[in-house]
């Protein structure tokens, strides 16, 4: 399963290289979705808004602000340690599973933006 921040277009270059940045959004989702049925894996978009850096992966506790320039941080409640970058892509997947087993519950008629998927 391949899960992604919506509107996290660094993190597309990262993955996708320059020509991403040529292509509308729309299309560049149609080709991914492409991609991902060629490879029968799944692709899930999470909202932008949720706190992926600032939630701990191991316990689900939420810190109140994390700045920008800290990289790690350790975890007030279960006391792990959590890299900022590992930590978000830990939680973003972990909430585009759960958004697929929702999808798969009640379809995705009410919210097509939030998760795009393989049928
Ligand atoms: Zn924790």
Not at 5 to 19: A, C, P
Not at 41 to 46: A, H, I, P, T
Not at 66 to 78: A, N, T, Y
Not at 86 to 102: D, F, H, M, Q, Y
């Amino acid at each position: 399963m391949l899960c992604f921040e919506t509107l996290n277009l660094k993190g597309m270059h990262r993955l996708w290289g320059r020509k991403v940045s040529d292509l509308a959004f729309g299309e560049f989702l149609q080709i991914l979705e492409w991609v991902a049925k060629k490879k029968h894996k799944q692709v899930v978009f999470v909202d932008q808004w949720y706190p992926s850096t600032k939630t701990c992966s191991s316990c689900g506790h939420v810190l109140e602000s994390l700045d920008l320039s800290i990289r790690e941080w350790r975890c007030p409640s279960c006391q792990s340690v959590n890299g900022r970058d590992e930590n978000a892509s830990r939680n973003i997947c972990a909430v585009g599973a759960s958004t697929v087993r929702l999808g798969e519950k009640r379809g995705l008629e009410g919210n097509p933006q939030r998760a795009i998927l393989n049928p």
